[in-house]
């Protein structure tokens, strides 16, 4: 009923075997399974976090069953501690990053939720066919307004607008299934697409290809990716553009390549709305609950609703530029991500100056 700590602080968790550092800029209260800092005046809590980022703590280990870290093991880390003001201007200088990145989300969050509820709306809902079924307004331009038919027909996924047909989704899309074997490329760096690089901030991961063992999909251009593997958490991955190196992907992902008549937009929020995801839980098969797998063909399989030519050809030139857009500051937050991690430990440990720093990032936050 009350805050366990009364301002912002560093919570530190400790037991599993990921126990990650976090920050919270508001009061909080936490339970057992983690620390948190108290307030030090010689110390700023800010400063401290990022500290404790350039510290593997998970190498702390207690030695119980469950991974943890103990108070002994944590009070044992040495630190140098600089002054306060030399920490607070290390804080500052790694907070704007940490701003900028924060920002970028928002939009990126904004895009897609502008995207996604157009999307609903038209092929959903179907609001401007329903809008001209009862004599209103569609809220639409006239030239928008005219590529909606004015009445509903039935079809096997029930009232749809009239003039629109049911196909499958195979009709939509083609899955590629180019694969390589990138330890046959052992010196080569690969941007490397899995499932714990899609949840950790859908950030690629340049590897190696000597220490990838397994087989892997090459990304072509104009395709996207649909995790097949437990559908019921959405995974659905737009790949960057502008590396020069080559892309891969896990084999749990189904590499999607939409067909011309039908761009982008449309096939890419199609596979995010409910009725396909709703599907694709339906369809996924395993031994365990907490390991289910969608087959390829079932995926195409997927019956579905195919608008008119030209409405399809108006929604992809709206929607092109938000999903262009998205990548851009995608690609950004990726490459501020990086260049955080790679000046953090070397800020944090005295390897390069405040000042120094302070130039590199006006060049980097725009």
């Known amino acids: 009923s009350e805050y366990i700590c009364d301002r912002p602080g560093v919570i530190i968790g400790r037991k599993g075997a990921y126990?990650?550092?976090?920050?919270?800029?508001?009061?909080?209260?936490?339970?057992?399974?983690?620390?948190?800092?108290?307030h030090n005046k010689?110390?700023?809590?800010?400063?401290?976090?990022?500290?404790?980022?350039?510290?593997?703590?998970?190498?702390?280990?207690?030695?119980?069953?469950?991974?943890?870290?103990?108070?002994?093991?944590f009070y044992s880390i040495s630190v140098c501690l600089p002054s306060l003001k030399e920490q607070k201007e290390i804080a500052h200088i790694l907070g704007t990053l940490d701003e900028k990145i924060e920002i970028n989300k928002k939009t990126n969050e904004t895009l897609d939720g502008i995207a996604?509820?157009?999307?609903?709306?038209?092929?959903?809902?179907?609001?401007?066919?329903?809008?001209?079924?009862?004599?209103r307004s569609t809220g639409l331009h006239d030239e928008i307004s005219d590529l909606f038919p004015d009445s509903f027909e039935e079809s096997e996924l029930g009232e749809i607008p009239k003039g629109w047909g049911i196909c499958n989704i195979d009709e939509l899309l083609d899955l590629e299934r180019n694969s390589i074997?990138?330890?046959?490329?052992?010196?080569?760096?690969?941007?490397?697409?899995?499932?714990?690089?899609?949840?950790?901030?859908?950030n690629p991961t340049q590897d190696i290809g000597c220490s990838i063992k397994s087989s892997k999909f090459l990304i072509s251009d104009n395709t996207f990716l649909v995790c097949k593997l437990n559908p019921r958490f959405l995974r659905v991955w737009l790949p960057s553009k502008e590396s020069s190196r080559r892309r891969i992907s896990s084999s749990e992902f189904l590499v999607c390549k939409y067909k011309k008549n039908v761009g982008l937009p449309y096939a890419y929020y199609l596979?995010?709305?409910?009725?396909?995801?709703?599907?694709?839980?339906?369809?996924?098969?395993?031994?365990?609950?907490?390991?289910?797998?969608?087959?390829?063909?079932?995926?195409?399989?997927?019956?579905?609703?195919?608008?008119?030519p030209k409405l399809l050809d108006y929604f992809t030139d709206t929607l092109f530029p938000f999903l262009e857009k998205s990548l851009i500051i995608r690609d950004q937050n990726i490459l501020l991500t990086r260049y955080r991690d790679t000046i953090l430990p070397k800020l944090i440990s005295g390897d390069i100056r405040i000042t120094d720093a302070e130039k590199m990032i006006e060049e980097v936050v725009i």
């Open 271 to 308: 596979t995010k709305s409910f009725r396909v995801t709703q599907a694709m839980r339906n369809m996924a098969t395993g031994t365990s609950s907490s390991h289910q797998r969608l087959r390829p063909k079932d995926f195409t399989s997927i019956l579905t609703i195919r608008p008119n």
């Open 42 to 73: 010689r110390v700023d809590s800010k400063w401290a976090y990022y500290q404790l980022r350039s510290i593997d703590i998970n190498s702390l280990d207690s030695g119980s069953a469950i991974p943890s870290t103990s108070r002994e093991d």
């Open 181 to 202: 074997n990138p330890i046959e490329s052992p010196e080569e760096i690969f941007d490397h697409y899995s499932i714990p690089a899609f949840d950790d901030g859908h």
């Open 116 to 135: 996604k509820s157009i999307f609903k709306s038209w092929f959903v809902d179907f609001d401007p066919v329903r809008a001209k079924v009862e004599g």
């Open 19 to 38: 126990r990650g550092i976090h920050f919270s800029p508001t009061p909080f209260y936490v339970i057992d399974t983690a620390f948190w800092l108290k």
